[in-house]
């Protein structure tokens, strides 16, 4: 399995800030992928974090809003940029580890992210 | 595209009770389902999955599902739940082939009461 860990664990940031959200595995992996948790609800795709290139963003999401980079196969960063109150959600890390049958999705335990 | 529909958002039930967490989902390609399970102020950890093959599938913790293709249902079942079963139940879905990202449904609370 992958142990996936996040930093920060919380934070608490004021309108039109920028936050940035690290995601390190502990293994390599073949996909990681940036989730949205608003308050009470599901999760939702925000993104595909490609290694090396651009990410793939899901509907309703823009790489200006949420910039993500994947230097290399173990880490990645979301950044929530221009922050509002609406922004307040969950977000959690992702990641297929290729070595795991058939590419068991492993996450992060989330940043829980408040705007004020 | 896939979608996931979870027709409870709240099962209460009585500890030692059995329980079902229902779970209905469409694609217009073949998936993967997955339950995963979200303790209070936790990540979230797999509970199970279906691949191929059975389609009963057990699971972590007691809980089993089946998988039923013609009604493309893939409900979550535990004969015997414990307090500390109290949490949010999400079922998802990814394709065999392609991203493998998940669709998840809007989830499931399941609260055991003594």
């Known amino acids: 399995s992958a142990v996936i860990s996040q930093k920060p664990s919380r934070d608490i940031c004021q309108r039109g800030t920028s936050l940035t959200i690290q995601c390190q595995v502990d293994?390599?992996?073949?996909?990681m992928f940036w989730y949205r948790q608003q308050p009470g609800q599901s999760l939702t795709l925000i993104a595909t974090?490609?290694?090396?290139?651009?990410?793939?963003?899901e509907s309703g999401f823009v790489i200006d809003k949420f910039p993500i980079s994947r230097p290399n196969l173990t880490f990645s960063t979301l950044t929530v940029s221009n922050m509002s109150p609406e922004d307040s959600s969950i977000y959690l890390c992702?990641?297929?580890?290729?070595?795991?049958?058939?590419?068991?999705?492993?996450f992060g335990p989330g940043t829980r992210l408040t705007v004020l | 595209a896939q979608s996931v529909t979870q027709l409870d958002s709240q099962v209460p039930v009585f500890e030692e009770a059995p329980v079902e967490l229902r779970c209905n989902y469409s694609?217009?390609?073949?998936?993967?389902l997955f339950w995963y399970v979200q303790y209070p102020n936790q990540g979230l950890q797999l509970l199970l999955k279906?691949?191929?093959?059975?389609?009963l599938v057990k699971g972590i913790n007691g809980f089993e599902a089946e998988f039923n293709k013609s009604q493309t249902s893939f409900h979550l079942r535990k004969p015997s739940v414990h307090i500390s079963d109290t949490a949010e139940y999400f079922c998802?879905?990814?394709?065999?082939?392609?991203?493998?990202?998940?669709?998840f449904g809007s989830g499931t609370r399941l609260q055991v009461q003594p």
């Open positions: 992702s990641a297929v580890s290729g070595r795991a049958m058939p590419d068991e999705q492993f």
């Open positions: 293994s390599q992996v073949t996909m």
């Open positions: 974090a490609n290694q090396g290139s651009e990410a793939t963003y």
């Open positions: 694609s217009s390609v073949s998936v993967y």
């Open positions: 279906y691949l191929s093959g059975s389609t």
């Open positions: 998802a879905v990814s394709e065999r082939t392609g991203r493998r990202a998940l669709t």
